[in-house]
């Protein structure tokens, strides 16, 4: 038959399998440096934060590694499978970009009524959470510490009390798991001790709004929370 299976493609997928085809042919030997993200966004004609979730997922299958201050350096030659890997996990997750702006849009809102309403109990559950996100990064535990950020954001969403945010918001949070979204944290918001007690120090700040009953103050914090990390994908 005359036809080809259909799949959709993401921006961040072609820019992707570009770079591997340019590997594999040896524009870019392996050990060599790749051009810089603002080089790649203006060759290829889209966003830097789209160039940004390729080199995540090119990261992500062991093909480039990111040296900092230095760029990005191909790691090895691309087999058939690492062909098929890269744009099969950008076209199978839910976009980084996406799920930032769908969680910015909401989760203010969220930790607004959760300060409207929140007893000692929940106060108590989130600075549990908090301390398990500090004691992670003490152990130098990114994936640990990955989990207890995630625990922290899906008790914010328990402690609202409603079920149409719940059914929003949890699939969202659950992008946490995914593989693209904790190599584009890890590799450009999370990047260093200082960047996670930085992170844990703003979620400190929204808990003290939330037991002070202050509205504003926590939907403030969690709004600083996404902006920085929608800045880091986009500087």
């Known amino acids: 038959?005359?036809?080809?299976?259909?799949?959709?493609?993401?921006?961040?997928?072609?820019?992707?399998?570009?770079?591997?085809e340019a590997i594999k042919t040896g524009v870019y030997p392996v050990g060599s440096r790749l051009p810089s993200e603002a080089e790649l966004a203006q060759a290829t004609g889209v966003s830097r934060a789209s160039v940004r979730e390729a080199l995540s997922a090119l990261q992500a299958v062991g093909l480039i590694e990111a040296k900092s201050g230095s760029g990005n350096f191909v790691r090895k030659s691309p087999t058939q499978e690492d062909e098929a890997d890269v744009p099969l996990l950008l076209e199978s997750?839910?976009?980084?970009?996406?799920?930032?702006?769908?969680?910015?849009?909401?989760?203010?809102?969220?930790?607004?009524?959760?300060?409207?309403k929140a007893s000692r109990k929940v106060v108590r559950d989130l600075r549990h959470a908090i301390g398990e996100m500090r004691s992670q990064i003490a152990s130098a535990d990114f994936s640990s510490y990955f989990q207890a950020d995630k625990r922290f954001h899906l008790a914010l969403v328990a402690a609202a009390g409603n079920r149409l945010l719940s059914a929003a918001l949890v699939p969202l949070i659950s992008t946490m798991d995914q593989t693209l979204y904790r190599e584009f944290t890890h590799r450009y918001y999370l990047k260093t001790e200082q960047d996670l007690e930085e992170v844990v120090d703003l979620h400190e700040e929204l808990v003290s709004s939330i037991e002070r009953q202050d509205e504003e103050g926590a939907a403030a914090a969690m709004s600083e929370h996404w902006r920085r990390m929608r800045e880091t994908s986009d500087a």
């Open 1 to 20: 038959m005359p036809f080809q299976k259909v799949r959709a493609t993401k921006v961040s997928a072609v820019v992707a399998e570009q770079i591997v």
């Open 93 to 116: 997750e839910a976009g980084c970009l996406e799920v930032m702006e769908a969680r910015e849009t909401l989760e203010p809102s969220v930790v607004a009524l959760v300060a409207r």
